[in-house]
């Protein structure tokens, strides 16, 4: 078994132990005792973009499917053992990876690990409650339906990445969703669902020796396979677009940005750092602009969001319908200036300190740590708990601005947006 | 319009004021409920002082500024309109309306496109005079740093000093909702494309003896994965994706509720099974076995809540200005152990009784 601690990570990150056991498994382990409660996930590096047209939405269809039961333990059982341990349990699925999740008492993570292995080792996907629960998530694309937000995302996402991986729906479509069959489900959970393509997280209040014990002997059964690669995202062939959706609503929603770098690059600090000067808060410079002065939108946001291969730089606003052309006009007219009005000391002052204090705040429960690491873990990405802090501390002026060279200056810009039909 | 308390003071502007904020990395919030308004503050221990100062300031010395008022009153007819595109906001909203009669209750905390497009700073003003006043205020800090040194300080930002004439304003009457006498069922046409349900149930407030009881029913009926509303609603028969039921902790009195988003088509079979689930526990003792699991549900919900600083700041303030002890949320799980299974049946028959306010929104 090989073992790495994270000797140099900032707290409360300092001391996690990350195990990689003979099978090829991923585990991490961070005791914190300061509340008595524990979060157990499983991050699985799979989610929209191994799917193929014909089975889109699997990957969220499992992820529905997979506390269904077990070879031992028959539909409702699994629910009911962790809510009778005062536990709560749920699963996300995202364009890359999906993430099981149980936040429960410690006297309760015995169970809550003992169940996550029993899931992940044997399912069982009982055809009734797949039918039953094929009409829970058509129900769930119809409340997406509703939403604007949730419309803006998926359009924009599937223009700024139109024709790749990245541009799936991850919730499927009716069709798909209505198509989906148990040996679908088999097939794509085997395929998967292998020990190189699991992380395994637990942080709270543990005793890592034990914990790493009971994990080792859970997981070992589960047999190393070599998974198929994973699809390339390759952004060469794609062109900037627009998309405007009209639906019967009262305000209009935005989005704008490019596809750029991914979590890799050496430059992604930088770039993340730039987003928040920029609309990462009520003082950054696009809100205060766009907002305060010139009242063209009344919610705004940019975000870097960063994937494995690619990454995602956007804003995201809020505005009245008339003033739409306005506040997309004057997003593109910011940006264009930068050059000529460039980033401030005192901009990037207070962007390092919002960022740093929300790092604090989001590690402050085992959830938030144990999703930190999950999710950078599973992407091959851990360096960046070490890492992460000092790299921002260290930020210029100058290297944002030269992000902004690099990245953003001279690009065309993919915009959807959202608006109410006349 | 609470949050104009955050767009400047007396002594800084608002973009002055989001600056000094954010270049500590510290969080100053402003909301108003039905029940209370708060101003909360969180930062990292080094900068806490620094940002109590600003909090107190946002509190005690807000500005008001004209413009400042105009740009909010317009952020907040925008926002007015666009809970037209939220479901469960439009099912709410009409539920209170029609439950709480002509208790406040009824009245959504954003106010409404007329009484929004009439606020000015004069009427803020006023407002912040009769509600800013430390009777029945609590102020709760949860940190690690001592307390002793901090007191001074405290003193001087939230003492006595800070409040010189608020003592002969009265607070403002509490009364006990007029719920309606027979049930009321409202049929409405929304562009959405889900259907939705909600229906309520008139419940007492956070002083009753029967709270606490009524707090177990709840998440019996609707407060998990394994309660028997989503066990049988979206488990068994597929019909939600959303369902549950909430049991709001409320000063002058609340209400059960469940509700559920489903297709159009299934209302009839949804509305079938809820009075089935709600007749069921009116005339069938809940086992020994469910009833503790429940307990330990509530219990683990209790402790993952209370994690954080600001968790546990929170729930001190909340249940002191709900008018119980700070530390009422360990007397909370005792008496949520001390429910019977005799407790719970009572307490279904009782209210599940009474007459009800059903709200149902068929697509347009």
């Known amino acids: 078994m090989k073992k790495q601690t994270l000797t140099h990570a900032p707290p409360p990150f300092t001391g996690t132990e990350v195990y990689t056991l003979p099978n090829g498994l991923t585990v991490i382990l961070k005791e914190d005792h300061t509340a008595p409660v524990v979060s157990l996930h499983i991050w699985a590096r799979c989610g929209a973009i191994d799917e193929n047209p014909r089975i889109y939405g699997i990957s969220h269809g499992l992820e529905h499917m997979v506390f269904k039961g077990t070879t031992t333990r028959p539909t409702g059982e699994i629910t009911r053992l962790i809510e009778s341990n005062g536990g709560l349990m749920n699963a996300a699925t995202q364009l890359e990876t999906t993430h099981y999740y149980i936040d429960i008492p410690s006297y309760g993570a015995d169970t809550a690990i003992d169940i996550l292995a029993d899931t992940i080792l044997n399912p069982t996907f009982p055809q009734d409650e797949l039918e039953r629960e094929r009409l829970v998530i058509l129900e769930e694309i119809h409340r997406r339906d509703d939403s604007p937000d949730a419309t803006l995302w998926d359009e924009f996402s599937a223009t700024v990445f139109k024709n790749t991986p990245y541009g799936i729906k991850v919730i499927g479509n009716e069709k798909t969703v209505s198509a989906m069959s148990r040996e679908d489900l088999f097939t794509y959970f085997r395929t998967h669902y292998v020990p190189s393509k699991l992380n395994v997280v637990v942080v709270g209040d543990i005793n890592k020796t034990k914990m790493l014990k009971r994990i080792s002997t859970l997981f070992a059964p589960l047999k190393e396979k070599t998974p198929p690669p994973t699809p390339i995202v390759d952004l060469s062939a794609i062109k900037p677009g627009r998309v405007s959706l009209k639906k019967p609503i009262q305000l209009a929603y935005v989005a704008m940005g490019l596809a750029t770098i991914g979590l890799g690059h050496e430059d992604v600090i930088a770039l993340d750092m730039l987003a928040d000067v920029l609309g990462g808060g009520n003082s950054s410079r696009l809100y205060q602009k766009l907002r305060e002065t010139d009242k063209s939108v009344l919610s705004l946001s940019c975000d870097y969001l960063g994937f494995q291969q690619k990454g995602l730089f956007a804003f995201f606003a809020e505005t009245r319908p008339d003033k739409l052309e306005t506040a997309v006009k004057s997003l593109e007219v910011e940006l264009a200036a930068l050059p000529q009005n460039p980033i401030r000391p005192d901009e990037l002052k207070r962007a390092k300190a919002r960022v740093k204090s929300d790092w604090l705040y989001g590690a402050e429960t085992p959830h938030g740590q144990a999703s930190s690491l999950g999710s950078l873990s599973v992407l091959g990405q851990i360096h960046h708990i070490s890492t992460y802090l000092k790299r921002v501390d260290a930020l210029s002026v100058d290297d944002l601005m030269a992000a902004y060279a690099s990245h953003i200056a001279g690009k065309k810009f993919s915009l959807a947006t959202v608006e109410p039909k006349s | ?167 002969a304003r009265k607070k403002l ?11 009321v069922s409202i049929e409405r046409k929304d562009p959405f494309e889900q259907a939705f349900l909600m229906e309520a149930f008139p419940a007492p407030n956070v002083k009753s003896k029967d709270f606490v009881t009524l707090k177990v029913l709840t998440t019996l009926l609707g407060g998990g994965m394994s309660s028997r509303l989503f066990q049988a609603l979206r488990e068994k028969e597929g019909l939600a994706y959303d369902v549950g039921a909430f049991f709001p902790s409320r000063k002058d009195g609340s209400a059960f509720v469940v509700y559920l988003g489903l297709q159009a088509a299934r209302m009839e079979q949804a509305k079938k099974r809820i009075r089935e689930l709600l007749s069921d526990i009116q005339s069938e003792k809940v086992s020994e076995t469910e009833l503790a699991q429940v307990k330990s549900y509530i219990k683990g919900s209790f402790i993952l809540d209370n994690q954080t600083n600001s968790q546990r700041s929170y729930y001190l303030g909340w249940w002191h200005v709900l008018g119980l002890d700070a530390s009422y949320g360990q007397v909370y799980l005792k008496k949520i152990g001390d429910v019977s299974v005799k407790d719970i049946q009572r307490a279904a028959k009782k209210y599940f009784s009474h007459p009800s306010v059903t709200v149902e929104i068929q697509p347009k």
């Open chain 2, 173 to 183: 009457p509490s009364k006990t909702p007029d719920y309606p006498k027979t049930s």
């Open chain 2, 1 to 167: 319009m609470w949050s104009l308390l955050l767009k400047g003071t007396t002594a800084r502007s608002s973009k002055q004021l989001a600056e000094d904020i954010e270049s500590i990395g510290a969080h100053i919030g402003a909301m108003a409920t039905q029940d209370y308004s708060q101003v909360s503050c969180h930062s990292i221990s080094d900068y806490f002082t620094e940002a109590l100062r600003m909090m107190s300031e946002v509190l005690f010395h807000p500005a008001y500024v004209p413009t400042e008022v105009e740009k909010e009153r317009a952020v907040l007819l925008a926002a007015i309109q666009a809970k037209k595109e939220n479901i469960f906001t439009v099912a709410s909203e009409e539920l209170n309306r029609h439950l709480y009669g002509d208790h406040p209750y009824a009245q959504p905390t954003s106010g409404t496109d007329e009484t929004a497009s009439k606020l000015n700073p004069g009427d803020l003003h006023r407002w912040h005079d009769h509600v800013v006043i430390p009777k029945g205020g609590v102020l709760s800090i949860t940190t690690n740093l001592t307390f002793k040194p901090l007191m001074k300080e405290l003193n001087n930002l939230f003492g006595p000093a800070l409040w010189p004439d608020t003592q």
